[in-house]
């Protein structure tokens, strides 16, 4: 009983555990705990666009047809290339390699930053294509078959999806915040295989970022498109 | 007891379904089947997404409190939307007086 502060002969275990089993169990289910009260946050924001959808179809197709494809399925292929670097990350890190895990950190920030960048270029051209909700949103009163439309149901459209993409960019921008932390603490060789944990976590975090987006790309890019 | 280590082929097979996944999503919302259209693309998003659990977030391999935790998440993400349709869905069924 006389050890307080943690296991002096097992670095990196902290007292309350143990065995590094022990703590890596519970530091993967508080992340997942985690995780799912985000899916509840995220799945407000999704039963609001269902609830809409259903009841101005037509506004929503034409909203999602001023929508850019190739930007949204390019940066679809580049956060699921991210999720892959961040997997093999992850690897690296269980494997004990120092050099292969900042090496697919900093892979994982270039195509997070690659996505948020292509993510601006597309606010702005909704911003200039007064698409933007607020006094300036303009929109036509015609649907995509030709059909009237109010341009307000439009602009609820519009609204989630700024909602929506913009809440995916600010995990994402944390993410990225979250991975340089980890690169200035791997490159220190805090990580061990028997100690990755905030390593695990964070992939964790990022695939469930990557996961919304893999929603929020086809519900928002690719309705009504036949 | 060390954590079970996937090899580098299973990350790479994983990360070309879901490329696969996202082309074939892409391609089938240009193709008109009525209203399979978005049943199509989100049993796409469905199976991507498990994909992504499964493998990139080692679902597969992790202990059966955690595989509950997940579940109970999906349970009670699936009664915010069914409780939820279960007024909005329903609310032209009855012709109310003054309405």
């Known amino acids: ?226 | 007891m060390s954590a079970h280590v996937s090899p580098v082929r299973t990350y790479v097979v994983i990360f070309l379904a879901l490329m696969a996944g996202t082309a074939l999503t892409v391609w089938a919302a240009f193709q008109d089947l009525g209203a399979l259209n978005n049943v199509v693309m989100l049993t796409i998003a469905v199976v991507k997404a498990t994909l992504v659990v499964m493998y990139f977030m080692h679902v597969r391999h992790s202990s059966r409190l955690t595989t509950m935790t997940i579940l109970a998440g999906i349970f009670f993400l699936l009664i915010l939307f069914s409780l939820t349709l279960a007024d909005y869905a329903t609310r032209d069924w009855l012709t109310v007086a003054g309405h």
Request: charged share 15%.
């Open chain 1, 1 to 226: 009983m006389s050890d307080s502060h943690g296991h002096d002969s097992l670095p990196g275990l902290a007292h309350q555990f143990d065995s590094y089993e022990q703590q890596r169990e519970s530091a993967s289910l508080g992340m997942w705990a985690f995780i799912v009260q985000e899916v509840m946050f995220f799945g407000g924001l999704f039963v609001t666009y269902l609830v809409y959808r259903r009841e101005y179809a037509a506004a929503f197709a034409a909203g999602s047809h001023h929508l850019d494809v190739k930007l949204g399925a390019f940066n679809t292929a580049v956060l699921i290339a991210s999720s892959l670097t961040m997997a093999l990350a992850v690897r690296a890190a269980q494997l004990g390699k120092k050099k292969p895990l900042i090496g697919f950190l900093v892979g994982t920030i270039l195509l997070g930053s690659v996505f948020l960048g292509v993510k601006t270029v597309e606010y702005s051209h909704k911003w200039h294509e007064h698409h933007v909700p607020g006094p300036h949103f303009a929109f036509e009163s015609t649907g995509v078959h030709g059909e009237p439309i109010d341009p307000h149901n439009a602009q609820i459209f519009f609204s989630l999806y700024f909602a929506m993409t913009g809440l995916h960019a600010l995990h994402m921008i944390v993410g990225i915040a979250i991975l340089l932390w980890l690169i200035f603490h791997a490159a220190r060789g805090r990580f061990t295989p028997d100690n990755y944990n905030y390593v695990e976590g964070t992939g964790l975090y990022w695939h469930f970022v990557d996961i919304i987006w893999i929603f929020l790309f086809p519900l928002l890019y690719l309705i009504g498109r036949h």
